[in-house]
C-alpha cells in the first residue's frame, strides 16, 4: 500500500517539474529570445536595403557614406576631403542615418 502510494506520488512530481520546466523555457523564449530575433531581423532589412550614397554609422562609432556594396561587405568612404574608403562587413553596419 505504501509502495503504490510512492509510485503515485513521485510520478506526479516529475511530471509537474517537466511541467514546470517547459514553462521557464517558454517564459524565457518570450522574454529573451524573441525579441532578440525580431530585432536581428529588423537589422537584416535595414542593411539589405542600404544602397550606394546612404550615410552610415558603424558599431566601432565611424560615420560614412558608402561606396560600393559587394556580397559580403560594404566599401564607405569616410573622409569627405581625402576620399579615404575602408571596407567593413556587413554586420557592422549600426544604424543608417
Known sequence: MILAVTEQTVGRSVG???LIMLFLFLGMWFILI????KKQKKHEAMVNALKPGDKILTTAGIFGE???IQADRFEIKVDGHTN???EIHRSFISTKL
Not at 34 to 37: D, H, N, S, V, Y
Open 16 to 18: 509537474t517539474e517537466m
Open 34 to 37: 524573441a525579441p532578440q530575433r
Open 66 to 68: 558608402i561606396k560600393a
Open 84 to 86: 579615404t574608403t575602408i
